[in-house]
């Protein structure tokens, strides 16, 4: 299938399951003419939520997907929401074979605990090269060289070395030995990690500009009392997410 298909998921809690419903209703009403599926209070095949860390659905999401014919893939977390239609980013997909936003200049040394860098065989000094990726909102193109590459690793690591989804998103009381480590950030630091070794660069960054000023612009275009917590600009289109408290 050539359409690119955005995915997504809320489960286990209520305000991940709210969010989930929200997005749902956001990519009906907008009806930007891709396909989307949402996993609602229910998982894709493979995912066990009693044994497996919750960051680990992303991987069986895209996996499914890609089972059921799909090759370009777009994850959105589900308090994402578009301000146009998301072409732009199914061309870049074409084109680049990636979707991938760089976190200003954060690095996976502050964003990771100890099991992850030794599981996969860095130095602390080694991740301080490597800028951080967003796992908010990426997408890949399995038919393309980078998209490839980039799944290939990401289902090595995800099915042979689970254990480095986990681990505390702030830094008490994991133990770690660098006091630079901010927080582990789950698939984000791996995404990262598997970006930094297969070659791939980001395609944006994240809004210049600063949040507030792509708040104010939503408010006023669309009448709304949603609250976005950060935006990226891409071409015409803009990515907006909730802040996590948001109701």
Known sequence: M??????????????????????????????FGYPFKIWIDSYPEGFDVETMNPYLIKYYCIKEMIKEGYTKILWMDSSVRFWNSPDSISTILDTVGSFLIQNGEDNLN????????ETLKLTREEAKQIKIILGTVFGININSNYGSKIWQLYKLIAENHPSVFDGDRF???????????KGHRNDQSVLSYICH????????ETSIEGPWYYHNQYLSDNDTEYFPSDAVLISSDVIIGERHWDK
Not at 9 to 30: S, V
Not at 171 to 181: A, I, K, L, N
């Open 197 to 204: 070794m297969v070659g791939t660069t980001s395609t944006q």
């Open 171 to 181: 830094p008490h009381g994991f133990g770690d030995t660098s006091h630079e480590v």
């Open 2 to 31: 050539t359409d690119m298909a955005i995915i997504s998921a809320g489960f286990k809690h209520a305000p991940f399951i709210e969010r989930a419903f929200k997005l749902n209703t956001h990519l009906r009403d907008k009806n």
């Open 110 to 117: 502050e964003f990771s605990n100890d099991n992850f860098i």
